[in-house]
Structures are given as C-alpha cells and as structure tokens.
C-alpha cells in the first residue's frame, strides 16, 4: 500500500486506491503496484486527480457525471481519454476545488 492513509477498494474495473497526499508520485506508484485506479486528493488545495490506466477499459464519463451532480461549484475535467478525471490545477488558479470528502469521492468511484 502506498501509505497508511490510503484506502484500497474495489471497481468494476479492479483494484482501486484513494489517497489524501500532496505528493504526486503516488499515481506512478499505484500504478506499478497494480491498481487500476488511483484518485489522489490534495489536503492542502482541496484538488483532486483521478487516475485509471488506459489498457484496462476504464471510462470515468459516469464518475464525472456524477462529481459534476454532487459538487456543481467545482471545477471538473474528463479528459479525452476517458480515463483521467481532474479537478483543480496549479496551471490554472481559476479551477474551483471540490469540497467532496475522500470517503464521498470512493463510494462514487465504486
């Protein structure tokens, strides 16, 4: 497990983790240690990156539908890819941060 606060749960797609971490290296870890989906948190900024891996069939249109309802004040982008979900960036201090929990941010993923 990449740290002791990370919370391994389970997808459709497979095994999932979510992290409340400034450190950015946590989605290449998750990745190498074999989830499918990394969704890290910053605590500081309130910005969420969601991380599925391309060879896997992930496609987070539902998720960010769902994000989308739940959170309207935040800013939400679904990349082309469909499989990599962003809110918030240190490129662009305009995007509105979500105010979801980690815990809120799991069960949507689920």
């Excluded at 983790?17 to 499918?36: L, M, P, S, W, Y």
């Excluded at 910005?47 to 739940?70: M, S, V």
Aim: aromatic letters at 8%; a positive charge; charged letters at 30%.
């Amino acid at each position: 497990v990449l740290v002791k606060e990370s919370v391994v749960f389970k997808t459709k797609w497979g095994k999932a983790v979510a992290v409340e971490t400034g450190n950015d290296q946590v989605i290449t870890v998750g990745e190498k240690q074999g989830f499918v989906l990394v969704a890290k948190k910053d605590p500081k900024t309130g910005h969420l990156r969601i991380y599925g891996r391309w060879d896997k069939g992930i496609d987070l249109t539902g998720a960010y539908g769902e994000f989308k309802k739940r959170d309207r004040a935040a800013t939400w982008y679904l990349h082309p890819s469909k499989c990599l979900l962003l809110n918030g960036s240190r490129h662009d201090p305009k995007m509105v941060p979500t105010k979801l929990s980690l815990a809120e941010i799991i069960k949507i993923l689920k």
